[in-house]
């Protein structure tokens, strides 16, 4: 089962798995943690999955990592654009979420705060290959349910199926 | 056709068995199934689906090693039941895997068998989010499931478990998490606007006026994360900056009994179901991370706080490894049990006394892909 665990990871990301593990070995934990910590100020990440981002903030993130891109700052999911959609749609045969949960995202560009819908793309299964982000600033858990991104915005959906997510700008946050 | 191949097959498996046995004076194998996991104490991991099966692994605590595990649907929550007499999930299963209709079951386990004792289909409207310890309890008595539900407008599902189906839907708009009263058929909700609510149900199902707390938290800026413990007979919750909460949810509405500031320094909380309280020495665990920002509040552990709730002081600062999730185990000399952010469990020794101290004692990598929740069964 290690061996497949192994080797999963691989396929998956390989790249960040290899990046996270010698990060830490030759930072040595505390310091590869610190700077994580440091790359995520306004760029947190999720708990668990293997194929976390968290590898490319601790490498200083920067041009590399596609979740760093500033309308991602509140983005909890696979990106549509490496599931056959693109930043603003969804791929073919998938269903937009009824409802969506939304950021306030700096544009670096012109220092302007965007209010940034993340809608989910729904009815198939996601795509294991795809960059997975995890990103919460604003974030709030249910009581403020449109700034919450632990749940599946799929679900008001006919086809109730997490697949990815899109960052859409929709307005001026200034 | 299909019996007439199936009785061929086996006539030959058998004959093939003969021969076998003939030729090198063996005895047959016997195929059978393991009754039960070993006695001894077990770490139980949340796998969460998000596109299939959830699955808990099972997992010896001498050294980690995988005893077996149980499944469930999609979004799937977990709650041990005290004494460990019980595992329950609650999670959705899509028909179709990805798309039409769906079916949200809890089912209850044997957590030493990992057979289903039963299931029971509830509401739909159950909520498809992260497991955590406010989504699925039990009531003070242990007769219902509290279930919280969205769709996403949010609602709590009550189960009657000796019926075997729902009994109320509890409206609770703007509200989330469900913790049950320590007495009667009754929650307590987060609302939006920093209030906390209580609702109560009779037993035939009718739901009383909610009962509010006075303002307790600012959700712009000072939120609260939906993860609590029961400290003490209180509930507890903490704020993204590093504030205990511990309300008295005995009475009528939820009332603040006092506020701990315990953060310092640029820490401050971070992960998903991140306190456990090891309640025997009054010793509540927190997992924390440095150079707190907006949005740093789901940050894997540097540190997990070890603090003394008798005094409410931050008693020992113990070296974690990236932890997103904890419990703690009871008995005099616990063990911490984390899972990091890649899915690695953690074991820690628990060293009590005037100050506490941990020690990684088994590690393992990569046991879960989507690790949400733990638990222990000791």
Redesign the interface.
């Known amino acids: 089962m290690t061996r497949f665990i192994d080797s999963f990871l691989k396929r998956l990301d390989g790249a960040t798995e290899a990046n996270i593990r010698s990060s830490a070995r030759r930072n040595g934990r505390r310091s590869f943690l610190a700077r994580t910590g440091l790359a995520l100020m306004g760029a947190a990440i999720s708990p668990v999955l293997p194929f976390d981002r968290r590898a490319f903030a601790s490498e200083g993130g920067g041009a590399d990592d596609p979740c760093t891109y500033w309308r991602h700052c509140a983005i909890d999911g696979f990106l549509c654009e490496d599931s056959g959609g693109s930043l603003t749609s969804c791929p073919p045969g998938s269903s937009v979420s009824a409802v969506s949960w939304v950021g306030t995202c700096a544009n670096p560009d012109d220092g302007k705060n965007y209010l940034i819908s993340y809608n989910d793309c729904c009815g198939k299964p996601f795509i294991p290959t795809a960059t997975f982000c995890n990103n919460n600033k604003g974030e709030r858990p249910g009581y403020q349910m449109g700034l919450y991104n632990d749940i599946n915005w799929c679900t008001a959906n006919t086809d109730k199926g997490y697949h990815c997510t899109v960052s859409v700008v929709v307005g001026t946050a200034d | 056709m299909k019996h007439h191949l199936i009785l061929s097959l086996s006539v030959l498996a058998a004959s093939g068995a003969q021969v076998l046995a003939q030729e090198t004076d063996l005895q047959p194998e016997t195929l059978a199934v393991e009754a039960r996991i070993s006695e001894g104490n077990h770490i139980y991991l949340m796998d969460m689906g998000?596109?299939?099966p959830s699955s808990i692994s099972v997992l010896n605590a001498d050294d980690l090693s995988?005893e077996g595990n149980m499944g469930s649907g999609t979004?799937s929550q977990m709650l041990m039941t005290p004494g460990a007499t019980s595992l329950f999930t609650g999670s959705?299963y899509?028909k179709r895997?990805?798309?039409?209709p769906?079916e949200a079951v809890v089912e209850e386990f044997d957590p030493a068998t990992l057979n289903v004792k039963r299931e029971i289909v509830v509401s739909e409207k159950m909520?498809?989010?992260?497991s955590?310890r406010g989504a699925l309890n039990l009531s003070a008595d242990g007769n219902y499931l509290i279930v919280?539900n969205?769709?996403?407008a949010?609602s709590v599902n009550i189960v009657d478990l000796a019926a075997g189906a729902d009994l109320a839907e509890v409206p609770t708009p703007?509200?989330?998490?469900a913790y049950p009263a320590p007495e009667g058929l009754a929650f307590t909700?987060?609302?939006?606007d920093g209030t906390l609510v209580k609702y109560s149900v009779s037993a035939d199902g009718a739901v009383g006026e909610p009962a509010k707390s006075d303002k307790v938290f600012d959700?712009d800026t000072s939120?609260?994360?939906?993860n609590a413990v029961r400290v003490d007979g209180l509930l507890t919750y903490v704020s993204y900056g590093g504030q205990l909460l511990l309300v008295d949810d005995s009475g009528a509405a939820p009332v603040l009994s006092k506020t701990v500031d315990f953060a310092a320094d640029g820490w401050a909380p971070?992960?998903?179901n991140l306190m456990a309280y090891h309640e025997a020495s009054k010793t509540l665990f927190v997992m924390m991370?440095?150079?707190a920002?907006?949005?740093?509040?789901?940050?894997?552990a540097?540190e997990i706080w070890a603090i003394n709730m008798a005094t409410d002081t931050v008693v020992g600062r113990i070296?974690a490894?990236?932890e997103?999730?904890i419990a703690i185990s009871g008995g005099d000399m616990p063990q911490l049990a984390g899972?990091?952010?890649?899915?690695g469990v953690h074991l820690y020794d628990v060293t009590l006394g005037d100050t506490v101290s941990a020690t990684e004692r088994v590690a393992r990598e990569?046991v879960?892909?989507?690790?949400?929740m733990i638990a222990t069964d000791y």
């Open positions: 998000i596109s299939g995988l979004f959705v899509m895997f990805t798309r039409g769906i909520a498809q989010t992260l955590q919280q969205a769709t996403p949010t703007g509200c989330w998490t909700t987060i609302c939006g959700a939120p609260i994360f939906g971070g992960g998903y991370h440095s150079n920002a907006d949005g740093s509040h789901k940050s894997p540097e070296a490894h990236g997103s999730n899972v990091d952010h890649l899915g990569g879960a892909f989507f690790a949400t």
